[in-house]
């Protein structure tokens, strides 16, 4: 059953160019997707299509220029900003990219202290650290003095207390060597085992296949494909979208077969689908007007040529 459900999100930014001209960016346009508990869903598109919006989004932080549109629901109830805030580090919880959320005069065990919802404090922090291989020290220490690794499982350790229902991560495991890579990403799959949600947010489609039940494809913004992590493998013939076989088959291991052109940006969309431009099964009517959603073999996507 779906525990967050987010109903064709748009996300326009307001910006003032020279001679103070407003001008309106779309960069998160008509994307839906629906989180299950106990599953690893990995939302993967490349750098800028706007993932992180996303996430931003479910919380409620986007910033003061932007405006949402469409519907999030979590729980069977509209996330309100109000309920985003009731909500926001208790029962919905964001593991982000950058360690620069954690306070960098606090010690870290006090910060991870303060995310604790029932049981005691002290108790609950030393059992996430110890869980996760930091030492009993560690909770003395200020952020500066912690690696990359031991950061990112102090950004983990104050989620995994909170108790949250959704574990929302953005982008954790950048820079990583392939054991802390595994490593990190097995706490994710540990924590869908044991009933949460968990969307991972990543550029990273290998890595996102070891731990995920179900991909959702980002382009420019917008979701093309839904798709279990079981239909990545020989050469895509079991996607749906030309962009998702397209991603995959640009791997390395796949061929490392590129694509002419490049994702548009927010102030140059097409008005049909997105990616018609570089796509080489488009027709005129793929410029003309947005594709509509088809459920095809166990999966979702956007595109007009599936059969």
Known sequence: MAILEVKNLSIHFRQYTNGLRRRTLEAVS???LSLNEGEVLAVVGASGSGKSLLAHAILGI?????????EIVYAGEPLTG????????????LI?????????????????????RTGDPAEEQRKA???????????????????????????????????????????????????????????????????????????????????????????????????????FAGDGAALRHPYTRALWR???????????????SPDALPDGCLFEPRCDM?????????PRLQQVRGGSVWCEHVT
């Open 129 to 231: 650290f110890a869980r996760y291989g930091l030492r009993a020290e560690t909770e003395k220490l200020f952020p500066f003095q912690l690696s990359g690794g031991m950061a990112r499982r102090v950004l983990v350790s104050t989620a995994v207390v909170s108790g949250a229902r959704v574990l929302i991560a953005d982008e954790p495991t950048p820079g990583l060597d392939p054991a802390a890579l595994a490593q990190a990403l097995g706490y994710f799959r540990e924590l869908a085992d044991r009933g949460a949600a968990v969307m991972l947010i990543t550029h990273d489609i290998e890595s996102a296949l070891t731990i995920a039940d179900r991909i959702a494809v980002f382009y420019a913004g917008t979701t093309v494909e839904i798709a279990p992590a079981t239909d």
């Open 62 to 70: 986007l910033p003061p220029n932007a405006e949402r549109y469409g």
């Open 96 to 116: 982000p990219q950058s360690v620069g959320y954690l306070d960098p005069l606090m010690r870290v065990g006090a910060q991870v202290r303060t995310a604790v």
């Open 30 to 32: 008509g994307f839906s």
């Open 250 to 264: 640009a791997l390395p291991r796949n061929g490392f077969a590129p694509i002419p052109g490049a994702q548009p």
């Open 82 to 93: 109000e309920r985003q805030a009731a909500l926001r580090g208790k029962e919905i919880a």
């Open 282 to 290: 488009a027709t005129p009517a793929c410029a003309a007007r947005k």
